[in-house]
C-alpha cells in the first residue's frame, strides 16, 4: 500500500498540477492586491466609492445587493483580461520565428486533402 501511495503522490502529473495550482494561488494574491489597490482606488477617484457595493435597489421591503455582484464582475473581468493579456503574449514567445505561419488558402488545401483521404 505504501508503494501504490508513493507511485501516485510522486506520479508526474500529480506534481506539475501540485506546482500550477500553488503558481496559481501566488498569481491570484498578486493580481487581487492589483485589483483592490491600484483598479479599484481609480474607481474610488471616479465614483467617490472604493467600490460598487453600497449600490442597491429597494424592492418594498428587500434591497437588491446589485454593487456586491457588480464588483464581484469588474474583479472578474480585470482578472480575465490579464490572464488573456499574459497567455497571449506567453504564446508570441513560444513561436518558432524561423517557422512561417500558414496561409488559409494552404490550410484549406489540406484540410480538402485530408477529407479527401478520409473516403
Known amino acids: 500500500m505504501l508503494k501504490e501511495f508513493r507511485e501516485f503522490a510522486f506520479r508526474g502529473n500529480l506534481l506539475e498540477i501540485a506546482v500550477g495550482l500553488i503558481l496559481a494561488l501566488a498569481f491570484s494574491a498578486v493580481i487581487s492586491a492589483f485589483v483592490e489597490g491600484i483598479v479599484m482606488a481609480f474607481i474610488a477617484a471616479l465614483f467617490g466609492e472604493p467600490n460598487f457595493d453600497s449600490i442597491e435597489w429597494n424592492v418594498g421591503d428587500g434591497q437588491i445587493a446589485i454593487g456586491s455582484f457588480t464588483t464581484a ?23 518558432d520565428p524561423d517557422v512561417a505561419p500558414i496561409s488559409e488558402d494552404v490550410q484549406l488545401l489540406r484540410e480538402i486533402r485530408d477529407l479527401l483521404a478520409q473516403r
Open 73 to 95: 464582475l469588474v474583479n472578474f473581468l480585470i482578472v480575465a483580461w490579464v490572464l488573456f493579456l499574459i497567455v497571449r503574449t506567453a504564446n508570441r514567445f513560444r513561436r
